[in-house]
């Protein structure tokens, strides 16, 4: 008899989640090979998932509640799971910002999270080379669902130039990236300000932070150290941190140029050269 390993469903949202799938297939009497045909996917991976060696993703939970009729009881599962893959120490902002109605950022190194792509994310989170990079990896795409809302959250971004000159990846990585940045400029709720290099000495000097404000809690300001992240609702702190903000804004280029900026950089730096050039006739 295969030797089945028992889950305790209350250690963690994945093993809950592993649990509860093995629960419902057995339910339906299916196999894992069987469960694996109906979705598409092999019995082996439903058997990784149903003991947590394996971290599911959003489609195969949507897939999952489609083929057991679970009222999408996976798919409601997978945030919980997805945001348990985070670095416990960056979980309670991740909630915070899930919640807030305006983001506001000043990024120096690399594109703030939420509007990253997931191979630029890939790139990204590899330099830590964690043990689960496909996790941390589906882990940020997830957060990037509140963007996806039908009212997400205003979201201000200001980027120092630098974050557009830095390759991440390859060029074509970085061309897709900058290109998912244009492609968000077009939305009312997302504006992309960069700080140019020739602004020089500036009022963020000492590194990035993230503002957070909400309809019903006290705004909330997010910094980050070399291994662990810090929110405060101070009221003082926040008054320095929204003045600086101010200042960073009023030394940026307008959003117009700095969507200009960026398409610039993103033709002249990353621009396709698999492409043959065109030669005057003489």
């Not at 043990?131 to 200001?158: F, S």
Request: with cysteine; hydrophobic share 40%.
């Amino acid at each position: 008899m295969a030797n089945i390993q028992t889950l305790d469903p209350s250690a963690s949202p994945l093993d809950y989640y592993g649990w509860e799938l093995r629960r419902q297939r057995e339910a339906h009497g299916l196999k894992q090979g069987q469960l694996g045909e109906i979705i598409f996917c092999t019995g082996s991976l439903i058997g990784q998932i149903e003991t947590t060696r394996k971290i599911p993703t959003r489609d195969f939970s949507e897939r999952v509640d489609a083929a057991l009729g679970t009222d999408g009881t996976f798919s409601r599962l997978i945030g919980l799971v997805l945001r348990s893959q985070l670095p416990t120490w960056f979980q309670p902002y991740a909630e915070m910002e899930a919640k807030a109605s305006y983001i506001s950022t000043y990024q120096a190194q690399v594109v703030y999270g939420l509007l990253q792509t997931e191979e630029y994310a890939r790139a990204v989170l590899a330099t830590g080379m964690p043990d689960d990079l496909n996790g941390l990896v589906a882990a940020r795409v997830e957060r990037q669902r509140i963007l996806d809302r039908e009212q997400p959250p205003l979201t201000w971004v200001v980027l120092d130039e630098s974050v557009l000159l830095r390759p991440i990846g390859s060029r074509e990585v970085m061309r897709r990236q900058l290109a998912h940045l244009l492609e968000l400029t077009g939305h009312r709720w997302m504006h992309v300000q960069v700080l140019p290099n020739t602004a020089g000495a500036h009022a963020s000097l000492d590194g990035t932070f993230n503002l957070l404000r909400f309809d019903d809690d006290p705004d909330i300001i997010y910094t980050e150290d070399l291994v662990s992240g810090h929110m405060t609702a101070n009221p003082e702190i926040l008054r320095e941190a929204s003045r600086r903000y101010a200042r960073l804004q009023a030394a940026a280029l307008s959003v117009e140029d700095s969507v200009a900026l960026i398409a610039r950089v993103l033709e002249e730096r990353y621009g396709d050269r698999s492409q043959p050039e065109e030669h005057a006739v003489a």
